[in-house]
């Protein structure tokens, strides 16, 4: 059995620290911010933690890296908390490209805009995860 299959998954409220780390890093209020879109995407659904749902939906498995020896691509399997922060990642590039009304960005908005979305199904960061589990060989 790989490691990854015996990590324990992160709980809720670490999932939501990570996302403020990394809004906090990307150059936005991470914590008020995170808390905004949870609260308005519990409202909007009614579930007790929406963006554990959509990370969930979205976060890739696997993903491929070239082998020095064989010059192949070869599968590695991740570790849930990596896989996590990857389609986290996913999220704020995403929601960062967006902008509104006068070209004006809003990060709330368009966090809460690409989550719903996510919940949706109509999301392009399924494609996303399609790709990164398609084998490049």
Do not use: C
Request: no cysteine; aromatic share 8%.
């Amino acid at each position: 059995m790989t490691p990854a299959a015996n990590h324990r998954p992160t709980t809720p409220h670490a999932l939501l620290r990570h996302l403020s780390a990394l809004l906090t890093k990307a150059g936005q209020r991470g914590e008020p911010l995170v808390s905004s879109v949870n609260a308005q995407l519990r409202l909007r659904y009614g579930v007790d933690n929406p963006i554990q749902i959509a990370v969930d939906a979205i976060k890739p498995v696997i993903k491929y890296y070239k082998s020095k020896i064989t010059r192949r691509f070869v599968p590695l399997a991740l570790y849930p908390r990596n896989a996590e922060a990857m389609a986290m990642r996913w999220v704020i590039e995403q929601a960062n490209g967006k902008s509104y009304i006068g070209g004006r960005p809003d990060i709330v908005r368009a966090l809460v805009d690409e989550f719903d979305s996510i919940i949706q199904g109509t999301s392009t960061l399924y494609i996303k995860r399609f790709n990164t589990h398609r084998n490049p060989n």
